[in-house]
Structures are given as structure tokens and as C-alpha cells.
């Protein structure tokens, strides 16, 4: 079984190695850690332990893409199969396959992560498209894990997780919401163990070119010199 490596355990880590790391790498991995930290305290929201989950996760990979008109999803998916190629411990593999027949599967039947269902509420799909999607993305997955086509299946799960964070972060859901309790419980679940796994496989890579972070750290705001020609707003 898949051993998840706690957020003390982590940054004790990192507190060790970090001075041979890049700026990247010691901002990104600082950065998710404390996020995780904070998510594992909380014991009683998963709405919130979710949202810590998610932000941790997005401190890990996102990049500052500004100049490079990237989606989000071609981000993920290059982002996930980098991970999958250094995962050499096949961490992630074993994750997959220990979840599968518990949260994963849950997931991939429950049609309230899955964003055509509510492409199909909104007028744009039929009832019959969105469930004809909805088929062939669960069989999909089934195909990933029969042939153990790992991205397939990650990047089929990514997209449950980022709908619920999408209805989250947007005010499209209830906090304490009773209609969503199943997918909130269960997509905190398996994000509570792929960002410790993530983290890891960060840290046994240092060296690789993980991309800029976005937002980088900056200890003092640089401030715009004034026009002398304006003259000074006195209170």
C-alpha cells in the first residue's frame, strides 16, 4: 500500500534539502506545503480542506503562462505527464489502482463532477449528450486503467476535481451544502493523496525545469516614481 507522506514529514525534508534547489522549485514546494498544512488541520469543512487541497496543488504546478496562451488543461496535462515520467517509484500507479475500486470509481459515477452534466442544465446539450459523454469518458477510464494508461485516468479524475473546484471557487455551491456532501467528501479524498505524492516527486527532482512560478516572491513592493509635473495629494 501506497505509504502518503505527511506535511511534517515534507517539509522536515525540505527544510534539509533546499539550499541545493532551485528558486523554482524552493518557492513552489514552500508555497504547497503550507497550503497543505493548513488542509490537514481541518478536520470538520471539507468544503474548505478541498479549497486548501486545490490551492496547494495549483501552488505546485501552475506556471506563469502569460506569454505562452496556455489552457488550463494543456497545463494539466503537462504538468501530470511529467509527473507520471519521474515518477520512477510508480507512487501514482499504485495510488490509482489502491483508489480505484473505492473513491475513483465513486467519482466517475457521480454526475454532479462531471461538466457536461451541467453544460446540459445550462441549455447547451441534450440529456442524451450529456450522458452519452458521459458514458464514453467513465468507459475511458475503464480503458486507461485495463491497459494502465495512467494519464488517461489522472487526467479523466482531473477534470471531476476541477469541476467541484470550479463550482466552489465560483459561488456555484452551497457551503455545507447537503446536495453535494458525496463529491466534496470524496474529491478531498484523493486530492489529500495525490498533493503529498506530488510534493515528493517534486522533491526527488529538484533539478528538472519545473517553469516559473507564478507570482514571484518580492520582499518589498517597488513603488512608481511620481510625475513632478502632478503635484503631491495633501491630506
Same mark, same amino acid.
Given at each position: 500500500m501506497?505509504?502518503?507522506? /505527511?506535511?511534517?514529514e515534507?517539509?522536515? !525534508?525540505?527544510?534539509?534539502?533546499?539550499?541545493?534547489?532551485? =528558486?523554482s522549485? &524552493?518557492?513552489?514546494v514552500? *508555497?504547497?506545503?503550507?497550503?497543505?498544512e493548513?488542509?490537514?488541520?481541518?478536520?470538520t =469543512?471539507?468544503?474548505?480542506? #478541498?479549497?486548501?487541497?486545490?490551492?496547494? #496543488?495549483?501552488?505546485?504546478? %501552475?506556471?506563469?503562462?502569460?506569454?505562452?496562451?496556455?489552457?488550463?488543461? *494543456?497545463t494539466?496535462q503537462?504538468?501530470l505527464? /511529467?509527473?507520471l515520467?519521474?515518477?520512477? *517509484?510508480e507512487?501514482?500507479?499504485?495510488?490509482?489502482?489502491?483508489?480505484? $475500486?473505492?473513491?475513483? !470509481?465513486?467519482?466517475?459515477?457521480?454526475?454532479?463532477?462531471?461538466?457536461?452534466?451541467?453544460?446540459?442544465?445550462?441549455?447547451?446539450?441534450?440529456?442524451?449528450?450529456?450522458?452519452?459523454?458521459?458514458r464514453?469518458a467513465?468507459?475511458?477510464?475503464?480503458?486507461?486503467?485495463?491497459?494502465?494508461?495512467?494519464?488517461?485516468? +489522472? $487526467? &479523466?479524475?482531473? /477534470?471531476?476535481?476541477?469541476?467541484?473546484?470550479?463550482? +466552489?471557487?465560483?459561488?456555484?455551491?452551497t457551503?455545507?451544502?447537503?446536495?453535494? *456532501?458525496?463529491?466534496?467528501? =470524496?474529491?478531498?479524498?484523493?486530492?489529500?493523496?495525490l498533493?503529498?505524492?506530488?510534493?515528493?516527486i517534486? +522533491?526527488?527532482? @529538484?533539478?528538472? =525545469?519545473?517553469?516559473?512560478?507564478?507570482? @514571484?516572491?518580492?520582499? %518589498?513592493? &517597488?513603488r512608481?516614481?511620481?510625475? @513632478?509635473?502632478? @503635484? %503631491?495629494v !495633501? $491630506?
Amino acid at each position: 500500500m501506497t505509504r502518503i507522506p /505527511t506535511h511534517k514529514e515534507l517539509k522536515a !525534508r525540505q527544510r534539509a534539502e533546499r539550499e541545493t534547489h532551485s =528558486d523554482s522549485v &524552493v518557492l513552489r514546494v514552500h *508555497r504547497s506545503l503550507s497550503w497543505l498544512e493548513r488542509a490537514e488541520r481541518e478536520k470538520t =469543512d471539507p468544503d474548505a480542506r #478541498f479549497i486548501f487541497l486545490w490551492i496547494a #496543488f495549483n501552488a505546485a504546478y %501552475a506556471i506563469d503562462s502569460r506569454g505562452a496562451a496556455l489552457t488550463e488543461s *494543456r497545463t494539466f496535462q503537462t504538468f501530470l505527464r /511529467t509527473l507520471l515520467k519521474l515518477d520512477t *517509484r510508480e507512487r501514482i500507479k499504485h495510488l490509482i489502482w489502491e483508489t480505484f $475500486s473505492g473513491s475513483i !470509481r465513486v467519482l466517475l459515477e457521480n454526475p454532479y463532477v462531471f461538466p457536461d452534466f451541467w453544460r446540459h442544465h445550462n441549455g447547451e446539450l441534450t440529456a442524451n449528450e450529456w450522458q452519452a459523454n458521459f458514458r464514453r469518458a467513465r468507459n475511458l477510464a475503464l480503458v486507461g486503467l485495463r491497459e494502465d494508461n495512467r494519464l488517461l485516468i +489522472l $487526467s &479523466v479524475v482531473m /477534470t471531476r476535481l476541477y469541476t467541484l473546484r470550479n463550482q +466552489l471557487i465560483h459561488g456555484g455551491a452551497t457551503w455545507d451544502s447537503q446536495l453535494n *456532501r458525496d463529491q466534496v467528501r =470524496d474529491c478531498s479524498n484523493l486530492l489529500g493523496k495525490l498533493v503529498p505524492v506530488i510534493i515528493e516527486i517534486m +522533491l526527488d527532482h @529538484p533539478d528538472h =525545469d519545473w517553469g516559473p512560478a507564478i507570482y @514571484p516572491a518580492v520582499t %518589498a513592493p &517597488v513603488r512608481p516614481a511620481r510625475n @513632478p509635473r502632478i @503635484p %503631491a495629494v !495633501r $491630506s
